[in-house]
């Protein structure tokens, strides 16, 4: 979205209407079986860096602007559609989201047809708009290996009365080849080098005191636990290769760094705890990645092959209940390409106007070792308004 004086005027909406949102959007239209319902979050961000032994630089922008638009004419039917404009620059205005249909007339789940989240990762399927912190953490960031967005076919069931959530997934996902990053995204927002090829993956999750929605945060005070276990694979189908020559890695062609992956995986383990205000989040993913050429070695990669491994234990806790949450939280990542684990650590703090549809949030994150370079420290301050409605 290139017009400036547009993007400012949106956020100076979501800086100063603080009026009532109501959660799920707004319902214009209801008859029968038939409504449309219209709704969209607005992510207002400053944001600071301050590499060690350099200058800080800062910015203030809009870090998500997501409408959407989701209605049905018939009985167990209904369609989405979710598009960002924030990110939007040169000729790429918007990126598409969630774009689906989907049908509910299982008495064990729903059915999805189209563009949505694969399932891996728990907190990657926690929405932005309920993240105790601004930024998601290693283990829910899809720049780093955690499958995103797909297109294809995606159940989500139930069982044991609730106390059993599950989503299995399968469809199309294409990767970016950065080999600094595993970046996997959907085929609709595609580029013209980025890998193309096949997914399939979700997740079970177990919940002993009563099913827990995927959020962070602690607002009903009821003991809740839940444990997840995750998993995807993906594989290249060969059919864009950009950066590869005859099996090898085509180095006057990738003077950017970018090489070609072959295939991924990953597997997660996760617990989630909420009682009295407070909320912990933990998560454990393991990701392992080869290059088309088995000789690589550069970024995260070593001799054509890597092993993410990425930890995160997030909290939180209500000191004046649904209005004011002091957060934590300490992540991890290690690589084969790495020299050294690259660590970070978050405090801040989260004010709720009206829980999670108005809130501002402050986070302070301290890394060290960014991309696995030993020294390379950097200190990052975030400070972001919500608005959703």
Known sequence: ????????????????????????????????????????????QYYQMSPDGESSTDKIFLRRLRPYVEGSLHKDWKGKLQWDMGKGKDDNELAVKSAYLQYKGFSAGKLYIGNFKLGYSREEMISSERQQ??????VGDH????????????????AAGKKISYILSAGGMNLDPDDKKLDFDTPVNTKKDWNEGWVAGGRVDYHPLGYLPFSQGDFSGEQKLTV????????????????TQSGKHDAVAAANNEVDVDSANGAEISVAYRVAGFSLDAQYNVINASTVDSDYSGGIFKSGETTLTQMALKGGYMV???KLELVAAV??????????????????????????????????????????????DLDELFLQTQYVF
């Open 133 to 138: 912190t601004v930024e998601r953490t290693f």
């Open 228 to 243: 997840g276990l995750g998993a995807f694979a993906w594989s290249n189908d060969d059919d864009n290769n950009t950066y």
């Open 331 to 376: 992540e991890s990542m290690d690589a084969d390409g790495y020299k050294d684990v690259w660590r970070r650590n978050s405090i801040g703090a989260n004010w709720f106007f009206h829980k999670h549809d108005i809130k501002v949030q402050l986070t302070y994150r301290q890394g060290e070792n960014k991309d696995g370079k030993k020294g390379a």
């Open 320 to 322: 004046i209940p649904s």
């Open 143 to 158: 720049n780093y290996g955690i499958a995103e967005y797909l297109v294809g076919v995606r159940f989500d069931g139930f």
């Open 1 to 44: 979205m290139n017009n400036q004086t547009v993007k400012w005027g949106l956020a100076a909406v979501s800086a100063t209407c603080l009026g009532a949102a109501h959660a799920g959007g707004v319902t214009v239209y209801e008859k029968d079986e038939k409504f449309v319902k219209l709704g969209g979050r607005i992510h207002v």
